[in-house]
């Protein structure tokens, strides 16, 4: 059994200044997280992809697409917070991982140019060793060719012909694994409303294994998952919300019966002042 059940901030005194700073981590009571789905929900500057940061900190997960969390520079004050946090575990095992969609974004242009450096190595060897025997070419051109094969196998022999969404399906199904923790920083970025029902489906699966999430998002379809716990990140504080009480799902579900009604004031017709 892998699951955290709490988190919450230790009875000590704080450093001033960021992440302290923000209002719904300096006055963070305890989070109770022992369901399989959490969402942290608000708007941006509200604290919830601090807090996600700090969690995975605290946590160790490896991250995905990014440096190691304990030497990153991007979250030096994240590692501070991460010091502040006191969480509680039901089962400990390090299985799962910590994704920010902007370093899947990252990853995806890492994994093409290494495979555009493996075969530039290669046409270089394939001249420089033209009239070498095939066992020297072999040994020379075998580290590459590995390489680009181990690529292929994972991402596929044509990463760029996928969209950003198969891509990132992709990588999250080949990493699933039995009773992981994954932390996630808004995965919606890439994914289109058809492919966020292809990863509800597959947090579904991973929930069926003993998985546990813990997800920073906008998007009201992820929000809609069934039983998931969602901390509203509002006010200055954090508190626990159902679905059909969020105003930003009420926003969503107003603008697209009458977008008109939004719009009129935002791109009124040529010719015409807003309302």
């Known amino acids: 059994m892998n699951q955290l059940l709490s988190v919450s901030l230790k009875d000590t005194e704080h450093p001033p200044g960021f992440p302290f700073s923000v209002p ?7 989070m109770d997280l022992e369901g399989p789905v959490n969402l942290f929900v608000g708007e941006n500057g509200s604290g919830k992809s601090t807090l996600l ?10 991250a995905v697409g990014s440096g190691n969390l304990a030497v990153d520079p991007s979250l030096e004050a ?3 917070l991460a010091r502040a946090l006191r969480l509680v575990w039901r089962g400990r095992n390090h299985r799962g991982f910590f994704l920010r969609a902007e370093d899947f974004f990252g990853f995806q242009k890492r994994i093409a140019a290494d495979r555009v450096e493996h075969e530039a190595e290669l046409n ?3 001249e420089e060793l033209m009239d070498a025997s095939p066992l020297a070419r072999n040994l020379a051109m075998g580290v590459h060719r590995g390489s680009i094969q181990a690529l292929e196998r994972r991402y596929g022999e044509d ?6 969404g198969e891509a990132f399906l992709d990588l999250f199904k080949a990493r699933l694994v039995p009773e992981g923790l994954y932390l996630m920083d808004e995965p919606e ?14 947090i579904r699966d991973a929930v069926d294994a003993g998985g546990q999430f813990v997800i920073a998002t906008h998007s009201p379809i992820l929000m809609a998952i069934p039983g998931a716990r969602i901390f509203l990140f509002d006010g200055g504080r954090v508190r626990q919300a159902a679905f059909e009480d969020l105003e930003s799902v009420s926003l969503v579900k107003d603008f697209l019966q009458a977008p008109q009604r939004f719009l009129r004031h935002l791109w009124p017709p040529p010719g015409r002042e807003a309302d």
Do not use: K, N, T, Y
């Open 124 to 126: 270089r060897l394939d």
């Open 78 to 80: 994240q590692r501070r």
């Open 189 to 202: 970025a890439a994914l289109s409303p058809q492919s966020q029902l292809a990863f509800i489906a597959m």
């Open 24 to 30: 719904a981590i300096e006055s963070l009571g305890s």
């Open 53 to 62: 940061e700090g969690l995975a900190v605290a946590c160790d997960l490896p």
């Open 159 to 164: 990463p760029d012909a996928r969209s950003h």
